[in-house]
């Protein structure tokens, strides 16, 4: 796949030429931003409905909390707060992806007309592979060191932005040898997923490295941990700094952001695409 091509996502193209912003739904009840509807589906919709007004092209759902030390949740409770929230937005014009890694909720996610996964454990559960073979949904594969449960605990590398790189590359070797096709693939390095902030700052110093695998990168960074270490700001309160931090992010060829706060992402990929547009 050439790096900007559409990817794949179910019933739709995305276009990757351009930066390209994910909005978030959260749907669990101890998201570490203190955004999650759970139980809410109806606020929900209208949260994700309004997200899509303010210019994202594709939504993320998620429901099941992959904070650091979160537990997890039951495969029926996870599919109960999903349900409801994807089959309300079926409609709202652009593709639908559901951050799981249980392969029982891919399934239900996928009957239910889910366009892409998002899976932070890189499809490595049994059976997750081929599940997603049988389908046309776009799926992200994710580096994350250890658990939720665990994975901040003492995450170490050897070097980190060439063994998170050499991860994916794996998976990305996984996923074809399924028979999963390289339009349906991105990758995502998972920012503060097992790594310190200063393994953070290496990754995003070094990007570029990413986009080498040739394949779209997803980057993560809306209002996570490494940003309240640098600015101490409480999550709430790192719009400015997730901006800034997907600018450099894009800058190194970023082609999805993944972000809570659309409108403010909008303004800058739009400053980002004018200023390209004339070199």
């Given at each position: 796949m050439i790096i900007g091509s559409p990817l794949r996502c179910g019933r739709?193209?995305?276009d990757t030429q351009r930066p390209r912003i994910m909005g978030i739904v959260n749907l669990t009840d101890d998201s570490?931003?203190?955004?999650?509807?759970q139980g809410r589906a109806d606020a929900a919709i209208a949260h994700g409905l309004q997200l899509v007004a303010e210019g994202a092209h594709i939504l993320d759902l998620g429901a099941e909390s992959s904070r650091p030390g979160a537990q997890p949740v039951s495969v029926q409770q996870?599919?109960?707060?999903?349900?409801?929230?994807?089959?309300?937005?079926?409609?709202?014009?652009?593709?639908?992806?559901?951050?799981?890694?249980?392969?029982?909720?891919?399934?239900?996610?996928?009957?239910?007309g889910a366009d892409m996964i998002n899976d932070i454990n890189a499809l490595r559960a049994p059976?997750?592979?081929?599940?997603?073979?049988?389908?046309?949904?776009?799926?992200?594969?994710?580096?994350?060191?250890?658990?939720?449960?665990?994975?901040?605990?003492?995450?170490?590398?050897?070097q980190v932005v060439g063994d998170v790189a050499d991860f994916l590359a794996?998976?990305?070797?996984?996923?074809?040898?399924?028979?999963?096709?390289?339009?349906?693939?991105?990758?995502?390095?998972?920012?503060?997923?097992?790594?310190t902030p200063e393994h953070?700052?290496?990754?995003?110093?070094?990007?570029?490295?990413f986009s080498a695998i040739g394949l779209p990168v997803l980057v993560g960074l809306s209002r996570k941990s490494v940003l309240g270490a640098l600015t101490g700001r409480a999550p709430g309160e790192r719009v400015f700094a997730g901006v800034a931090a997907h600018?450099?992010?894009?800058?190194?060829?970023?082609?999805?952001?993944?972000?809570?706060?659309?409108a403010a992402t909008r303004d800058a990929v739009a400053i980002f695409e004018s200023v390209e547009s004339v070199q």
């Open positions: 739709f193209f995305l570490f931003s203190g955004d999650g509807w996870e599919i109960d707060r999903l349900l409801p929230v994807l089959e309300g937005l079926a409609q709202c014009g652009v593709p639908l992806s559901v951050d799981t890694i249980k392969p029982d909720v891919i399934r239900a996610a996928l009957a239910a059976g997750a592979l081929e599940l997603l073979t049988k389908s046309n949904a776009g799926i992200c594969l994710m580096h994350m060191q250890g658990a939720p449960q665990n994975m901040q605990q003492n995450p170490q590398y050897t794996a998976r990305v070797a996984a996923a074809q040898h399924a028979g999963i096709a390289l339009d349906r693939l991105c990758i995502d390095p998972g920012f503060c997923f097992g790594k953070n700052l290496q990754l995003l110093g070094h990007l570029e490295m600018m450099l992010a894009m800058a190194q060829g970023a082609r999805i952001l993944r972000v809570h706060d659309v």
